[in-house]
């Protein structure tokens, strides 16, 4: 199972980026996308239930992140709209085999697979 996060790069503040995730393997029942900043713990950005396309996301990003999830070519995609300085992050794809209740959705606990992160600098 690989999961290749690619999309990353400098952007500035009020600006858009989209990462993408390619998943090989095999499919999974949730996807999802995970940061972490320098000298701060990791957190949940967005996650998606492959089987319907249920969403969630983190309330820092509601209204400016969207998740998205393409079946056919089994990619995840993370568009960024509006970001902020604190957007700075490396941003990590998460896998889990099965579906797993919404509730459960924001937990990392409950992701079987990580890529390997892509970096997002949001600077002017």
């Known amino acids: 199972v690989q999961l290749q996060a690619s999309g990353g790069g400098l952007v500035q503040p009020g600006g858009s980026l989209r990462l993408s995730c390619a998943a090989s393997g095999r499919t999974f029942g949730n996807m999802g996308w995970f940061r972490q900043a320098p000298g701060r713990e990791r957190e949940f950005v967005a996650a998606v239930r492959w089987s319907d396309g249920l969403t969630s996301h983190a309330d820092s990003v509601k209204g400016r992140f969207t998740i998205s999830r393409d079946r056919a070519k089994n990619m995840v995609y993370l568009q960024m709209n509006s970001v902020e300085f604190e957007d700075t992050a490396v941003y990590y794809c998460?896998?889990?085999?099965?579906?797993?209740?919404?509730?459960?959705?924001?937990?990392?606990?409950?992701?079987?697979?990580w890529g390997q992160g892509t970096l997002v600098t949001v600077s002017s």
């Open positions: 998460v896998a889990r085999s099965r579906p797993v209740v919404y509730s459960a959705m924001q937990d990392p606990n409950q992701y079987d697979y």
